[in-house]
């Protein structure tokens, strides 16, 4: 089971936030009031912030390291991230979308795995439509699938509902909850949602302004 | 007008200056895009010249940065056998210079508005930098791109100074159509400045009419 362990300070002009936790397995729901920094903490995770200090390790692999100078790029540390706005290719199909992130380097094998991801996100006949028309459910559902094409070790989940209608974020619910379960793979969820909590999280950590104060599960 | 050339030549040396200038201004574009620092912006600066510069002055340091006693001149000699001066060549490098700055201009801003979210998705998910430069930043930026390439193109064809200065105005081998109006308004030939004219009044309303209405529409 992989395991992820975080213990960083993480600043950008203005804003200092010091996360501590660790995940394993399931889903685990970072939460707390906006701007307490819980999405600085996933950047830091994903690698597109270098934190000011600290340590993020998953299984042996060190991602960041400020003592030892050690930042993995992004692009090797095998993550999925669902951003809240779904951040697709508007001038691609979904299904090439899906196609780009997964990590085959022969185009059909990798529409083959973007098809198969698509159709289990329930969009199996708007593969080839225009991404711009989809609704904002359906791009969700597009990231989604994007996010899983690379196999990823650790889902990033990023207010993925929040810009959701009531209907559609019930049914992404429980999309990622039965893909999480799937695949055996750790998600973060980071929302300040409290039904997000109760619906779908396995462990929580919570969030005041600036820092981690407990965590449960 | 009953001589056509120098309008071909006009079109071929604009064609090929915009297909190199677009190659050059975009790598410079993305790289200065991503790179900013104070070097970034001398550099900015140095391309953005032949914008401020009268056309004159420009084709005066080109012919000085390539005259047949300059380096880069005598280099150019000993690989193709022939000065690069007061030729064909020397007209494509003064349109490609005048074309620069408008392609760098454009793509550098177009580049730097693509939503950082979209490419930092694409690397999260595994891409290299060279593909989401090419999958993502690139295509999202090409309207922009478009623009300053068109604008690019309708200055390499108009250019009169700095090509009379690099590539001279031999009729029949360095004369382009700009030149050819101005030495057919000296000559007292009306009919050959008032066509040549038109012809490229006529190319410069379409380009405009393109970059307006085509590369700025929103998406």
Not at chain 1, 113 to 129: F, I, K, N
Not at chain 2, 122 to 145: D, H, K, N, Q, Y
Request: charged content about 15%; some cysteine; overall charge positive.
């Amino acid at each position: 089971m992989t395991t992820l362990g975080v213990d960083v300070r993480v600043a950008v002009p203005g804003f200092v936030v010091e996360a501590s936790f660790s995940a394993r397995g399931g889903i685990t729901a970072l939460s707390g009031p906006s701007g307490s920094g819980k999405s600085l903490t996933l950047a830091a995770i994903a690698g597109t912030l270098r934190p000011a200090r600290g340590t993020i390790v998953c299984d042996d692999n060190i991602f960041a390291d400020t003592t030892a100078g050690v930042h993995m790029r992004s692009q090797d540390r095998r993550l999925g991230m669902v951003y809240q706005h779904a951040a697709l290719l508007d001038h691609r199909s979904p299904l090439d979308n899906v196609a780009l992130a997964v990590r085959q380097a022969n185009v059909a094998m990798a529409k083959e795995t973007a098809t198969a991801l698509l159709e289990r996100v329930g969009l199996g006949r708007a593969m080839s439509a225009k991404t711009r028309s989809l609704s904002g459910g359906e791009r969700q559902r597009v990231a989604l699938a994007r996010a899983l094409a690379g196999e990823p070790r650790i889902l990033l989940l990023d207010e993925p509902f929040s810009s959701l209608d009531a209907a559609s974020r019930d049914s992404m619910r429980s999309l990622v909850r039965s893909l999480v379960d799937e695949r055996g793979i750790i998600a973060l969820l980071v929302t300040h949602d409290a039904q997000d909590v109760t619906a779908l999280a396995d462990h929580v950590v919570v969030y005041e302004p600036g820092r981690t104060v407990s965590a449960s599960g | 007008m009953s001589d056509w050339f120098p309008l071909w030549l006009s079109l071929r040396v604009s064609v090929i200056a915009t297909l190199l200038a677009s190659l050059f201004g975009v790598a410079l574009a993305y790289l200065l895009a991503k790179w900013q620092s104070r070097f970034t912006a001398i550099v900015e600066a140095i391309f953005t010249l032949p914008i401020v510069l009268p056309p004159t002055v420009l084709g005066y340091y080109l012919l000085t940065l390539l005259g047949t006693r300059s380096t880069l001149g005598q280099g150019w000699e000993s690989i193709f056998g022939s000065p690069l001066v007061f030729t064909q060549s020397g007209a494509v490098v003064a349109a490609t210079v005048s074309a620069l700055p408008f392609v760098i201009r454009a793509a550098r801003a177009a580049i730097s508005n693509v939503d950082a979210r979209v490419e930092e998705a694409a690397r999260v998910m595994g891409l290299s930098e060279f593909r989401v430069a090419r999958v993502v930043t690139l295509p999202l930026a090409s309207r922009g791109i478009g623009a300053g390439v068109a604008l690019g193109f309708a200055r390499a064809l108009g250019d009169f100074g700095a090509t009379v200065m690099v590539a001279g105005n031999i009729p029949g081998q360095t004369q382009t159509l700009p030149v050819a109006v101005y030495d057919a308004v000296q000559a007292g030939d009306d009919a050959t400045a008032r066509t040549g004219s038109l012809v490229l009044g006529a190319i410069a309303v379409v380009v405009l009419i393109l970059v307006t209405q085509v590369f700025a529409r929103r998406r």
